[in-house]
């Protein structure tokens, strides 16, 4: 937890692990800034994360080659403060984890799911990139403080939205479609 010092830990789950989740957990490394830490998981893990997501990761300036699909089972023992879901079987599906962390749903749709062209594909992949930028970026300037009260007193996601409202409309609102700009220098 962050008052002992430590970042603030932060799990991404969806259904593959290589698209959505992947690249939730590369931003969130990158756009935090040591505050967080971020990993990310799937329930049916995929054999490799997507080449379109390390390639739109990477045209970003963030090298995620070298990365694997994992389980839940690999980090469901881990502590967790925020996990967030980034798919609806995901959230159907979410095991009861260690330490009740606060529980967050982002859903939005599948780019590797995206039938047509190269173009269209890609054109998802980017897009999912840029909705996730965009909630991690509202999620990082969240006052700290905020977040680890909320991570300390927080009894149940059925509860989430009465416990703190500004964090939890940051933490599930929908997000309009973006520009394709989606990693800050600042």
Known sequence: ????????????????????????????????????????????????????AIDVLAEAGIDWRGRVPKRIDDVIVQHWDIVIT??????????????????????MPDPAAVEGSDEERRRAFE????????????????????????????????TLPTVAPVIASTLTSSMPRLPAVFISNE
């Open 127 to 158: 897009d999912t990139a840029v909705a996730l930028a965009r909630r991690i970026d509202l999620f990082v300037a969240l006052p700290t403080v905020s977040l680890e009260r909320l991570a300390l007193g927080h009894p149940s996601c059925s």
């Open 1 to 52: 937890m962050i008052t002992d010092g430590n970042p603030l830990r932060v799990l991404f789950l969806c259904t593959g692990n290589s698209a959505r989740s992947q690249m939730a957990e590369a931003l969130l490394q990158t756009k935090g800034k040591g505050r967080f830490t971020a990993a990310s998981a799937g329930s049916q893990p995929a054999e490799q994360v997507n080449p379109i």
């Open 86 to 107: 980034v798919c609806d079987r995901a959230k159907e599906s979410c095991p009861i984890l260690p330490g009740r962390p606060i529980l967050a749903h982002w859903g």
